[in-house]
């Protein structure tokens, strides 16, 4: 089965500092989607990525899938504490999707 | 728009007591429903699926059940509790084919806590 591993595991920034998050698949990813998750809640859908080197962006947040597409980074530009949390990957697999650990963001103001 | 709920939003149950969570959707028919685990410290783990009423899949042979009693409600069971099943529990549903690039979109979970 599919593995997905993040890194870094955590981080933490300055606020207005960018910074980027990786996800490594063991295997040829053919769906790849990125979620945020704020300690105690749900999943936060962000962007779903199909298609080798497609990058989608929203409000400050971009995502890449790489030409290969086994790996994705997410990248966060003039971070603000609005961005802390869990970032976590998840990756289509067989009939079921399948996540990484997850990358703790702590922002500091 | 869809909005999926959970209740309740913090459990504390003993060793050895029943357990009965729920999920429902609202605003999509016909989805695809999800319960997933997370533990302190670790990913999130599919416990079971739906694609309909009455259809359950298992991913993980345990202490727990889950049941569709109708098309937007999914229920996560066990007759006797775990410490081991202590823990975050999400529900989700998508729409399409699961695996084949369905975004699941999840519910505010359940805190549950074994003593």
């Known amino acids: 089965s599919q593995e997905l591993e993040q890194s870094p595991q955590s981080l933490i920034v300055q606020e207005g500092k960018n910074l980027t998050i990786n996800c490594t698949s063991s295997?040829?990813?053919?769906?790849l989607y990125w979620y945020k998750q704020k300690y105690g809640e749900g999943l936060i859908f962000l962007m779903m990525?199909?298609?080798?080197?497609e990058e989608k962006s929203h409000e400050k947040i971009t995502a890449k899938l790489d030409e290969k597409k086994q790996q994705s980074s997410l990248h966060i530009t003039a971070s603000q504490p609005s961005h802390a949390g869990i970032y976590l990957c998840?990756?289509?697999?067989?009939?079921?999707?399948?996540f990484g650990a997850g990358t703790i963001l702590r922002v500091k103001s | 728009s869809q909005t999926i709920h959970q209740w309740p939003a913090t459990l504390v149950q003993p060793v050895g007591s029943p357990l009965s969570l729920e999920c429902t959707v609202e605003?999509?028919?016909?989805?695809?429903l999800y319960w997933y685990r997370q533990a302190a410290g670790r990913g999130l783990q599919l416990l079971f699926y739906?694609?309909?009423?009455?259809?359950i899949s298992s991913e993980v042979p345990q202490n727990l059940s889950a049941s569709r009693p109708q098309d937007r409600q999914f229920i996560l069971s066990s007759k006797k509790l775990l410490l081991s099943d202590s823990g975050f529990y999400l529900c989700?549903?998508?729409?399409?084919?699961?695996?084949?690039?369905?975004?699941?979109?999840f519910g505010p979970g359940t805190r549950l806590l074994v003593l």
């Open positions: 989700a549903w998508g729409v399409g084919a699961s695996g084949r690039g369905e975004t699941q979109y």
């Open positions: 295997k040829t990813l053919y769906g």
């Open positions: 990525l199909q298609k080798g080197g």
């Open positions: 998840g990756a289509d697999d067989g009939n079921k999707l399948v």
């Open positions: 605003g999509t028919s016909n989805p695809n």
């Open positions: 739906s694609v309909g009423i009455g259809q």
